[in-house]
């Protein structure tokens, strides 16, 4: 999907510079622009955001340089264009494209919930074993919330059911049965950052405690 994103992107800026340049008939330019900005995309995303987001911006250039190397391909069929005064259509082009792009890249940010998980399962415990979080820094500084529950989920699994981003941090994880198994459920969910006061609770309305707390 991320790589699908930068291909639309891309294609969008082949097609503004390549009507941009009609009036100087200079239309090999197009996919060196678009080829540059790929590059500065993953250079962006590799030193400047760096970690699991740089990752997702050295994507989005890669789909740009696609879009780039398409464009340098149907150069050949465009031979018998010559530079000329932008028309209606041209003028549309060009005033739509740049929204589209930033559609897309607005479109693109809402999809960005701000966490992931990194694992779930069932662990082996001791029947004692409390309902628990657990946090810890993991790269570039971003966090995880080791959650896991006690003796009587045995056998269940944790799902995440929403992460609350807007002001303070909420995590509400669901209990779901998946068959007959042993052990009790853990799930570990990376987040770009926690805003305190956490919370963890279940979609039952039961609030987790902090390991420390227990």
């Known amino acids: 999907m991320i790589s699908l994103v930068g291909f639309i992107i891309g294609t969008c800026i082949f097609l503004f ?11 090999y330019l197009a996919p060196i622009v678009t080829f540059l900005i790929a590059v500065l995309t993953v250079l962006y995303g590799l030193f400047k ?3 699991f987001e740089g990752m997702g911006f050295g994507i989005i250039g890669v789909g740009i340089l696609i879009a780039a190397m398409v464009g340098t391909l149907l150069l050949p069929f465009t031979n018998g264009l010559k530079k000329s005064e932008f028309n209606k259509v041209d003028k549309s082009i060009l005033f739509i494209v740049p929204v589209l792009i930033f559609a897309i890249i607005g479109w693109a940010i809402t999809l960005d919930e701000g966490y992931w998980v990194n694992e779930e399962g069932v662990i082996e415990a001791d029947k004692d074993t409390p309902s628990y979080y657990e946090v810890s820094t993991i790269s570039e500084g971003m966090k995880q919330i080791y959650i896991q529950l006690g003796e009587k989920y045995e056998g269940k699994h944790l799902e995440v059911k929403d992460v609350k981003t807007l002001g303070n941090t909420e995590v509400t994880v669901k209990v779901v049965d998946k068959g007959k198994e042993t052990g009790l459920p853990f799930i570990k969910i990376g987040l770009d950052k926690i805003v305190e006061p956490l919370v963890i609770q279940t979609t039952d309305g039961e609030i987790i405690k902090s390991k420390f707390n227990n």
């Open 49 to 51: 955001v760096g970690g």
């Open 17 to 27: 510079t390549f009507i941009a340049l009609k009036k100087t008939g200079k239309f």
